[in-house]
Structures are given as structure tokens and as C-alpha cells.
């Protein structure tokens, strides 16, 4: 919501925080048939994605959170063709995954294409692989989705989802996950982002850690990194893998690779698998 016409900010009456940023102006507002989606230009982190009311995305810093959502799933599976994102709507993830030559097909399942549409409007840098001949547009429910896919379809998964609310809601439990597992094949991979270490450990991240074993996945692992926009400041994007290949990768793939980053690198990689004390304390390694 609106502090005033010069600021956004994002409160957040449960954990007693808030973000606003100053703005130049408002681009867009609409209601979609699934939620309220506006633009804003900002003065200090360009252009200001507000879905129901929560940041989604700015020009400054959604690279820290695309980057570390493919990349290191992308570089522990050995050899990922059939890559699937499951919301991504911004198209940030799905033009990150088609940076890696070895992918054959990446599609994104969105449930909103006017995310998309408005996306292409106003952040065209993300959705600049849309083109790409590898890539698939699916505006679609991801549940039904993974629900319908081949067993062992798929490498990889990523669920670049909002909070879990809403259309969201059902991409954070043991059904979703065990549909996932199905759909995964030898070596198949599945990575989610699980929101704030600092405020949601026991409300999502370490709930989704259970479901994702429960479900089948042999090792689960989080990834952590900075993301200013998002509530805390820290973010995670946790990996599932059947086997316990996840917490390894290919790191002379990923020191040669052949496209620009801005985070990413073999040194993070390494460093994001690092586990904080206080969730060694409650059991996760």
C-alpha cells in the first residue's frame, strides 16, 4: 500500500517489518482475473513490480534472485535438457535457464499471462529469451501441470512462485511434491524459493524441507543469499534431489561458463550451500 503519492511501502503486520522505496510514478495498475498488478518507476531501483500489494520485482537486484534460482540446480544436475518453471510469470528465471547451451526445452507455466504480458511492456530485459526457440509459454495452473507430466520428464523444476497465498498456496505441500518427484527423472532436481531464513524458518522453510522428504526427495538443501526488496533481506531457494547429489556440482562448468552473471559464480555456489547455526541447531545440514 501507499504511505503517500512519493512512497511504496510494503508492511508486514506478522513479523512487525516494512520496505518502501520512493517513486517517480505509477506506469500500470489492473486487475487481472487472478490479482492486482502494478508498475512503478522508482528513484533509486528502476522499475517496481507490485503484485496484491507485495514487491515482486526491480530493475535494481531481481538478477540475485533469477541467478540463484537456476544456476546452481542447473550446474549440480550432470546434464539438465528438460528444464520446467513453474510460475516465473517476470520470465527472469526461464531467460537465466536458457543462458546453459545444454538445455533443450525450458517451459514456464504460468497461471497469469498478464504477469507475462506486462512484463514484455515494462522489464523487457527479462523476457528478452522469450523468443528463444527452446522456450514454451504455458499460461496454465502448475499444479495441474506437474500433475499431468510424463513420469520422469522432466531435470529440473524450478517453482519461482509468490508467497504461498492465493493461486500459490497449493506449490508448498507433500501432494505437490510427491507429483513433483514423479515427474523428475534419474538425477532430477527440483529447486523452490522458500522465502525468509530470519522470519519464515517455521512457518515455510522448514516445513518445506519435511514435505519435500515426505514426498520421497532423498536430501533437501537451502540456498542463501541477499534479496534487499523481499521482507529480511535474506532469501533462500531450496533444492530436493532423489539422491544426495545436490549438495555437489559441476565447478569447472560453472567457473567456464559462457554467459555473464552478476551474483552467480562457482565461489557462491559454494558459499550459498553453507548452513547458518541456528538451522544446524534445529536439524538441517
Known amino acids: 500500500m501507499a504511505l503517500d503519492q512519493t512512497w511504496f511501502s510494503e508492511p508486514n503486520e506478522t513479523d512487525g517489518t516494512a520496505f518502501s522505496l520512493k517513486l517517480g510514478s505509477k506506469l500500470h495498475e489492473e486487475k487481472s482475473a487472478f490479482q492486482t498488478i502494478e508498475v512503478y518507476e522508482t528513484k533509486t531501483f528502476g522499475r517496481l513490480m507490485v503484485i496484491d500489494g507485495y514487491v515482486m520485482l526491480t530493475d535494481r537486484d531481481n538478477f540475485l534472485y533469477h541467478e540463484m534460482m537456476t544456476h546452481p540446480a542447473l550446474y549440480a544436475h550432470p546434464n539438465p535438457k528438460r528444464v520446467l518453471v513453474i510460475g516465473g510469470g517476470d520470465c527472469g528465471s526461464l531467460k537465466e535457464v536458457l543462458r546453459h547451451p545444454e538445455v533443450e526445452e ?3 507455466v504460468e497461471i497469469d499471462e498478464r504477469v507475462t504480458r506486462l512484463s514484455e511492456q515494462y522489464f523487457p530485459a527479462l523476457c528478452a529469451s522469450n523468443g528463444d526457440p527452446r522456450a514454451r509459454l504455458v499460461f496454465d495452473d502448475g499444479l495441474a501441470w506437474v500433475k499431468n507430466a510424463a513420469p520422469g520428464s522432466l531435470d529440473v523444476i524450478i517453482v519461482d512462485s509468490t508467497d504461498p497465498i492465493g493461486p500459490a498456496q497449493g506449490l508448498f505441500n507433500e501432494p505437490f511434491y510427491r507429483d513433483v518427484h514423479r515427474a523428475l527423472g534419474e538425477n532430477g532436481i527440483l529447486v523452490q524459493q522458500t522465502e525468509s531464513p530470519i522470519l519464515h524458518l517455521d512457518k515455510i522453510l522448514l516445513p518445506c524441507h519435511d514435505y519435500m522428504r515426505s514426498a520421497g526427495f532423498a536430501d533437501t538443501v537451502s540456498l542463501h543469499f ?11 531457494a531450496t533444492m530436493a534431489g532423489k539422491g544426495d547429489y545436490i549438495r555437489r556440482f559441476r565447478e569447472e562448468d560453472a ?4 554467459f555473464p552473471t552478476r551474483y552467480y559464480n562457482e565461489g557462491i555456489h559454494r558459499a550459498a550451500l553453507a548452513q547458518p547455526q541456528f538451522m544446524i541447531d534445529r536439524g538441517y545440514r
Not at 226 to 236: E, I, K, M, N
Not at 255 to 258: V, Y
Open 106 to 108: 525450458a517451459t514456464q
Open 226 to 236: 541477499p534479496q534487499c526488496v523481499y521482507p529480511g533481506g535474506w532469501w533462500t
Open 255 to 258: 567457473q567456464a561458463r559462457s
